[in-house]
């Protein structure tokens, strides 16, 4: 199936590498953003407010969740949808799993599920109330959840879906959720707070202050980046001692944030400003900002380097 105004939109024979998925819930689309050129290369009309997304440039896919249906869309590198299985309206939060397919939360029911590369359910299981994000670790084997009306997030065997433990988080209402240098680290948006969690040895190992309502986390040049929603802005930390370094404004009501795939920085998706900004790492300064179709939300993991380009 391929959509109307994607054929309008073709990918540019010189395009670079380096792309992004940005879900707009608002304007019902995705684009496809060069990196490097800071351009639209593709986009496509989406219903249903499309929000979680999750790009795995090895199979040159992205997993799209339209939050009011929750139907779960893929798409290829020139934004035509060619594949879809409807999961119901708790679909959400959308993670690449090792070897093709995805593994998506199921708000409403409290479940995980794997789901393989045709998108046949590989298995269930039964997580804390309200998941949200969902993470995998850097070898593939472990996977979480952050259970937001828990304040906890459950860690599962990637292969089989057996639960290994629970831990509770620093704050309320965890909501993003990933893994950085053997560490879990959540976003507790009512709290204000990123806690930082030890997901072998089973225990919270330290806390982030961070800005009003905290929504996404993503790491690039040993630093780590949080999007606070209420504020307009990143902390910015040391993911070794914890200490918060700087904050940078970005647009208004920034929420998914993902790293650049070269690391020198990292991109965000600002809500109400229908921008994406581009942030550099080092200098801690805005690069870019790009224009997108209303209401830019992309959470999830929705930056990567295309295989074949």
């Known amino acids: 199936m391929i959509s109307i105004l994607a054929l309008f939109l073709p990918l540019s024979s010189a395009l670079a590498a380096d792309l992004a998925f940005i ?41 799209v969740i339209s939050a009011d249906t929750g139907r779960l869309s893929v798409l290829d590198e020139k934004a035509r949808i060619v594949d879809r299985r409807e999961l119901g309206e708790g679909a959400f ?22 789901l393989d590369g045709e998108l046949k359910q590989a298995w269930i299981a039964e997580t804390g109330a309200a998941p949200a994000g969902v993470a995998v670790s850097h070898d593939g084997l472990l ?16 292969g089989t879906g057996r639960l290994i433990r629970r831990i509770g988080t620093a704050g309320e209402h965890p909501f993003a959720i990933t893994f950085h240098n053997g560490r879990l680290w959540t976003a507790d948006v009512m709290s204000d707070v990123v806690s930082v969690i030890d997901p072998i040895g089973g225990k919270l190992v330290g806390r982030v202050e961070t800005g009003r309502h905290p929504y996404g986390i993503a790491f690039a040049q040993g630093r780590g980046f949080i999007s606070n929603q209420y504020d307009g802005t990143l902390t910015v930390f040391d993911p070794e001692n914890l200490e918060v370094l700087d904050e940078i404004e970005t647009g208004d009501y920034p929420e998914g944030i993902a790293p ?7 991109v965000v998706a600002n809500w109400d400003s229908d921008t994406v900004t581009l942030v550099d790492a080092k200098k801690l300064k805005t690069n870019a900002e790009i224009e997108m179709p209303a209401g830019p939300r992309a959470f999830g993991q929705f930056t990567g380097r295309q295989v074949q380009p």
């Open 260 to 266: 650049l795939p070269d690391g020198s920085g990292v």
């Open 93 to 114: 939060g959308v993670a690449v799993a090792p070897n093709g397919g995805v593994f998506v939360t199921d708000w409403f029911s409290g479940k995980l599920m794997r």
């Open 143 to 158: 996977v979480a959840t952050a259970d937001r009306d828990d304040n906890q997030v459950s860690i599962f065997d990637a």
């Open 23 to 63: 879900t707009s819930q608002n304007g019902n689309a995705v684009s496809i953003l060069d990196l490097n050129s800071h351009e639209i290369v593709a986009q496509t009309p989406l219903d249903g407010a499309p929000a979680p997304v999750a790009y795995d440039p090895q199979t040159g896919r992205a997993y």
